[in-house]
């Protein structure tokens, strides 16, 4: 079976947001969080580091972004010097979940994306908490259902995930002793755009790769996920950047 970092590599390689939110959402962010020159951000699972990039680049934060796969950390340092801000930003390979960072010292702390990291959405919360400043930001980036699945294709749409509806998600972060302030959801064009992107660039490798000893899997994955989209996916679910403040 294909590595899933090797598949996204393949299905997003035109990427430089690897989630469902457009370029203008992501800037939207950094103005939500009144970003500035002398604050800094730490990004879990930070994948090609637009998101840093474009914050150092229009608001001159400081960053550090953390990615497991270590070609994504490379496209993210090369976007860095092109955008003229790799004197702010630095992106290391490794486990995000074991990154020690001293406590409190970040002003805004995301997760985009990866919300399991932690071992679940509690756990990942809880590394974000620790690592923010009193008053500081937490972005959490992740999928929420709507439109009342059935339980069955709850079921299908979570795979391996546990993603509950709008208020279930605000009940989880209360829990967490967080507050949510504010949210900038996907539209179905934004989630189109990224999902729909995708099946034309495992096309395109296909086209260019009908040899390759992963070919089958790579065109068996797209079209599981490609027809689990339109069956269910493109209704049901949703998916959001969440902005938290610690209670
Ligand atoms: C859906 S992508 C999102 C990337 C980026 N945050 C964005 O929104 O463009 C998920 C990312 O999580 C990374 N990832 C998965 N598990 C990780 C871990 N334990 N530590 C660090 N990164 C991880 C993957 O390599 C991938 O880049």
Not at 183 to 204: F, G
Request: proline content about 3%; overall charge negative; charged content about 20%.
């Amino acid at each position: 079976m294909v590595d899933v970092h090797r598949y996204h590599e393949i299905s997003e390689s035109t990427h430089r947001i690897m989630n469902p939110l457009a370029p203008e959402q992501v800037v939207l962010l950094g103005e939500i969080c009144g970003l500035g020159h002398d604050q800094r951000q730490l990004d879990l699972a930070s994948g090609k580091g637009e998101m840093l990039c474009q914050l150092a680049s229009r608001h001159g934060i400081a960053g550090v972004g953390i990615d497991v796969f270590f070609p994504y950390t490379t496209v993210a340092t090369a976007r860095a010097d092109e955008l003229g801000v790799s004197h702010l930003l630095e992106f290391l390979e490794g486990d995000a979940a074991t990154y020690a960072s001293e406590p409190a010292s970040f002003d805004v702390v995301s997760c985009i994306g990866a919300s399991w990291i932690g071992g679940g959405l509690a756990g990942t919360l809880d590394l974000m908490v620790r690592a923010v400043r009193g008053g500081g930001w937490l972005l959490m980036g992740k999928p929420y259902v709507q439109n009342d699945p059935s339980p069955a294709v709850h079921e299908q749409l979570c795979e391996g995930g546990d993603f509950v509806d709008l208020a279930g998600t605000l009940v989880r972060f209360e829990d967490a002793g967080l507050d949510l302030v504010e949210m900038v959801l996907a539209t179905e064009e934004t989630w189109d755009r990224y999902a729909a992107s995708q099946w034309l660039n495992v096309a395109q490798w296909l086209d260019e790769h009908a040899h390759d000893p992963d070919a089958a899997d790579v065109r068996a994955i797209r079209d599981h996920l490609r027809r689990s989209y339109l069956a269910h996916g493109r209704h049901h679910l949703g998916w959001g950047v969440f902005v938290l403040r610690c209670r």
